[in-house]
T-cell receptor, first 118, second 118 residues
């Protein structure tokens, strides 16, 4: 079974600074997806960024980028120029490569609560 | 982006009664819908996966007779918590995947339902 571990329950960053959230995972699969989701106080899950395992290039979405180390099974999220609106719970998630049914379910980490201070 | 609408946003019910939560994909057809449960300050735990027109697949430890899932159409799945008890109080979230299974389009999440059983 796949597992996702986020070892940082809470992180804090000053506005405009950079912060990195850690995530490691365990799988025997070679093809899969990795995601970072944001859950603000509204509790609506928002996709931040995704990475396909077969891609060597790290995904980037504006101020958000990942450091994907497949051999080390590590998938960290870097948030640059942090903003107050970035304060939220961040979940790392894994999904097997598959189109249908339970094969496409997400396995979530325990989450990291990010605080952004002035 | 695609929209998943979940209703109600919050509900309070008496112990012993049943509560139905609806999850609708508004602008796409969802072959697969997932139901998660989230306790305060914890991660999302997958309860079950439902495929349109077939029985739901429940995760280990989830009572099938207590959490009834119906996915009668490509745009609607329902979760019914039967004979609810205070320990069923939680935040329930649904997500849906696009019919075409477009790999670059991730599952979309509903707004969640906060259930309080008194």
């Amino acid at each position: 079974a796949q597992t996702v571990t986020q070892s940082q329950p809470e992180m804090s960053v000053q506005e405009a600074e950079t912060v990195t959230l850690s995530c490691t995972y365990d799988t025997s699969e070679s093809d899969y997806y990795l995601f970072w989701y944001k859950q603000p106080p509204s509790r609506q899950m928002i996709l931040v960024i995704r990475q396909e395992a077969y891609k060597q290039q790290n995904a980037t979405e504006n101020r958000f980028s990942v450091n994907f180390q497949k051999a080390a099974k590590s998938f960290s999220l870097k948030i640059s120029d942090s903003q107050l609106g970035d304060a939220a719970m961040y979940f790392c998630a894994y999904r097997r490569w598959g189109d249908t049914g339970t094969a496409s379910k997400l396995t979530f980490g325990t989450g990291t609560r990010l605080q952004v201070t002035l | 982006g695609a929209v998943v609408s979940q209703h109600p946003s919050w509900v309070i019910c008496k112990s012993g009664t049943s509560v139905k939560i609806e999850c609708r994909s508004l602008d796409f057809q969802a072959t697969t819908m997932f139901w998660y449960r989230q306790f305060p300050k914890q991660s999302l735990m997958l309860m079950a996966t439902s495929n349109e027109g077939s029985k739901a697949t429940y995760e280990q430890g989830v009572e099938k007779d207590k959490f009834l899932i119906n996915h009668a159409s490509l745009t609607l799945s329902t979760l019914t918590v039967t004979s609810a008890h205070p320990e069923d109080s939680s935040f329930y979230i649904c997500s849906a995947r696009d019919l075409l299974g477009r790999e670059l389009i991730e599952a979309f999440f509903g707004q969640g339902t906060r259930l309080t059983v008194v």
